[in-house]
């Protein structure tokens, strides 16, 4: 992700943001321009905040490149304030401990560095509540 793109897209990557369309009353995350549903293009901006629910998720051992120093690493779904469902890694936790149904927290976390002297990425991801 080039450097301008990721500066853009810090709103979205440091908290939980989603569209909402009126119209369908539906929550889309990540966020749209356009209702894929009724193609309306005024969505509202909104905040998730709140505590989520791990739907599924699995462990990911043999990472692309650029996430090796994270091996191995937890990926879930899961679902935010009964709004919004949100691929993520999980954090703070091992592969043991997790069940389905479980209580979830976000929080912010380095997810890569870009290249040997590129920016420190970092985005979302799910822990279990302190």
């Known amino acids: 992700m080039s450097v301008p793109r990721y500066w853009r897209m ?34 509202e901006s909104v905040g998730i905040n709140g505590e989520g629910k791990l739907l599924t998720f699995t462990v990911i051992r043999s990472p692309p490149a650029d996430f090796e120093s994270l091996s191995p690493y937890i990926m879930g779904l899961v679902e935010v304030d009964g709004k919004i469902r949100v691929i993520a890694r999980i954090v703070d936790v091992e592969p043991e401990e997790l069940r389905i149904g479980m209580s979830l927290e976000p929080t912010v976390r380095r997810y890569r560095v870009n290249g040997k002297d590129g920016i420190i990425q970092y985005g979302i991801a799910f822990r279990p509540p302190l």
């Open 10 to 43: 810090i709103p979205y990557l440091h908290r939980l943001v989603a569209s909402y369309c009126e119209n369908c009353s539906k929550y889309y995350y990540p966020p749209r321009e356009i209702c894929p549903r009724c193609r309306n293009k005024d969505l």
